[in-house]
Every structure is written in C-alpha cells, then in structure tokens.
C-alpha cells in the first residue's frame, strides 16, 4: 500500500507500507531531500538484504520522527531508517516496527490504515495512483537490466557431465511417509474427496481430527 506521510516535518509521498519488512528504509534521493545534517548519520551498519536477496550496503542510519494521519486524528513516533542509495520508485518503506509503534492496523482490500490517537482513530487511504506509477516504473527499470551472462554448470545441460537419463531404471528415490496412513472420505456422497492422515494417532485425537476435516 502507497500513502503519504509526515518525516521530519516534510509531507513525503511515494511511502511503501510492508509489514514483511523487518526495518524501516529512506532512500538517498529522498534523505537528501530533507536536508538533514550527514552528521546525524550513524554509519556504522551492517549490510540489508535486498528484495531480489542481494546484500546492500546501507548509506547509515539515523532516527527520524514519522507522523500518520491529520489533526486532530494524528499519530507520531520516532523509528530508526536505514538510508540506502540504489534506484527505486519508492521514497520510503515503512517496516513492522514503525507500524508496531502506532498500533497501525491494515486493510489491503480497502486500502487503508487505522491507528488510535488521543481524539479518536485515525485513518489513512492508500493513493491508487502512486501505486500504478511505482508499479509501473519498476517494471521499466526491471526490464532496462541488461540480461545475465550465461552460465555453464556441470551436471546440467550443455554442462561438462551428462544428466541422467529419466528412463532409466533406477531413478532418485522418493521421500516415503514416516508412518501408514489410511484414507478418509470427507463426504459419503463425493467420494473423491479424501485426504490421508497417520494411523498412528490416538483415538479421541483421530475423531477430533476427521470431525474437524469434515
């Protein structure tokens, strides 16, 4: 979800909320933008795991206040941002802790976010169209990559080692369940529909177990 938020005293937009981000990020662009001292800057940080799972080596850190919302229904707190300089359509990516700090709940089908102030809960609404203008512009930097040189890997093909043939009599052997399993049929009337569960479980534990899958 994209929405606008207060950093520092300055209206920023182009804001990602993800809740599967364990820290808070400003992008270099957008820390500039604020025209904060590079003093204020910790630079003593260890590399981020990026979302295509390259390490990224953080500019620094640097604790900011982040404001949701507007008055009277306005909620404030300070989180620390990691400053990380790579291309990106966002400003700012809002992790779980800043979220966890305002007691901020998410509707993503509504495109909006709830949070309790002292006058009452306040709301934010998720802006459609910066969603589309990041979305596509990530798109065009993903295809602006040039391509990845080709590799050649033994034991694949075109490799130094031939692959196995799949005909062969003697293929991989398959994981095997670690106990019997008998079959149960969920409804009298379809009996198409069952699954396999253990024999091994207990009596009571095996009617609650069928009680619940029916």
Same mark, same amino acid.
């Given at each position: 979800?994209?929405?606008?938020a207060?950093?520092?005293?300055y209206?920023?937009?182009?804001?990602?909320?993800?809740?599967?981000?364990?820290?808070?990020? +400003?992008?270099?662009?957008?820390?500039k $933008?604020? $025209?904060?001292?590079?003093?204020?800057?910790?630079? %003593? +940080?260890?590399p981020?795991?990026?979302?295509?799972?390259?390490? !990224? %080596?953080?500019?620094?850190?640097?604790?900011?206040?982040?404001?949701?919302?507007?008055?009277?229904?306005?909620?404030?707190?300070? *989180?620390?941002?990691?400053?990380? *300089?790579?291309?990106?359509?966002?400003? !700012?990516?809002?992790?779980?802790?800043?979220?966890?700090? !305002?007691?901020?709940h998410?509707?993503?089908?509504?495109l909006?976010?709830?949070?309790?102030?002292?006058?009452?809960?306040?709301?934010?609404? $998720?802006?459609?169209l910066?969603? &589309?203008?990041?979305?596509?512009?990530?798109?065009?930097?993903?295809?602006?990559?040039?391509?990845m040189?080709?590799?050649?890997? %033994?034991?694949?093909?075109? $490799?130094?080692?031939?692959?196995?043939?799949? &005909?062969?009599?003697?293929?991989t052997?398959?994981?095997?369940?670690?106990?019997?399993?008998?079959t149960?049929?969920?409804?009298?009337?379809?009996? *198409?529909?069952? !699954?396999? +569960?253990?024999?091994?479980?207990?009596?009571d534990?095996?009617?609650?177990?069928?009680?619940?899958?029916?």
């Amino acid at each position: 979800m994209i929405i606008r938020a207060e950093i520092a005293d300055y209206d920023v937009g182009r804001v990602l909320i993800d809740t599967g981000s364990s820290v808070n990020v +400003i992008f270099a662009d957008a820390f500039k $933008g604020l $025209g904060i001292a590079d003093s204020m800057v910790n630079r %003593q +940080i260890t590399p981020l795991l990026s979302f295509s799972g390259d390490l !990224v %080596q953080p500019v620094g850190s640097i604790s900011l206040p982040i404001a949701f919302g507007v008055a009277p229904r306005k909620t404030m707190t300070y *989180d620390q941002f990691l400053i990380v *300089d790579c291309p990106t359509a966002y400003n !700012v990516i809002i992790g779980r802790t800043a979220l966890t700090r !305002v007691k901020a709940h998410l509707s993503p089908h509504m495109l909006l976010m709830k949070f309790p102030t002292r006058n009452g809960t306040g709301a934010i609404q $998720g802006d459609q169209l910066s969603a &589309r203008t990041c979305y596509a512009t990530a798109l065009k930097s993903v295809a602006s990559k040039p391509p990845m040189e080709a590799m050649t890997l %033994q034991g694949l093909p075109n $490799g130094h080692e031939l692959i196995d043939d799949p &005909r062969e009599e003697n293929p991989t052997p398959m994981a095997q369940p670690a106990e019997e399993l008998e079959t149960i049929i969920l409804n009298e009337e379809f009996l *198409d529909r069952w !699954v396999k +569960i253990g024999t091994n479980l207990n009596p009571d534990l095996r009617r609650q177990f069928v009680d619940f899958l029916r």
